[in-house]
């Protein structure tokens, strides 16, 4: 994953994903090609940094009968990050099951996941809030 173009360019590397795959961790240096203006980590990289992880994680946990999306997305920054930044994305088993068993239901699902992205000094520098949309596939959308 460390290799995928948006994370290549921005420094963002993927250092452990769980065997069960409902936890990965990130991190990121400050470099010359993720520095802003002012010389702290540009925006958009912190948010790209943890974009993909609470679908990744679903998208698997669910299996192919479901259809996962992210629908929205809200980030606060706290401080400014320098130095080398990490986040955490987990989705514990009983949360997926609290949405397949509301997805199997018939209901259009649309839980939020939040996240930290942690300085070196352990002071938060960003939050993320990320809404998913969560459903059973159609039998028309079966592949």
């Not at 400050?30 to 679908?55: E, I, K, Q, W």
């Not at 514990?92 to 939040?114: D, H, Q």
Request: proline content about 8%.
């Amino acid at each position: 994953m460390s290799l995928y173009p948006p994370f290549l360019g921005a420094g963002i590397r993927v250092v452990r994903i769980s065997p069960d795959r409902r936890t990965f961790e990130v991190r990121m240096k400050l470099t010359f090609f993720n520095r802003n203006y002012v010389g702290t980590h540009f925006g958009g990289s912190l948010y790209a940094m943890c974009d993909p992880f609470f679908m990744l994680i679903l998208i698997p946990a669910l299996g192919p009968e479901y259809v996962v999306w992210d629908k929205a997305a809200t980030i606060r920054f706290r401080r400014p990050g320098r130095g080398t930044v990490h986040a955490t994305f987990h989705i514990p088993p009983e949360r997926i099951e609290e949405i397949r068993r509301a997805a199997e239901a018939g209901e259009e699902v649309e839980p939020v996941f939040k996240a930290e992205v942690v300085g070196e000094d352990g002071q938060v520098v960003v939050e993320v809030e990320k809404l998913l949309h969560v459903r059973r596939r159609r039998p028309e959308e079966a592949s």
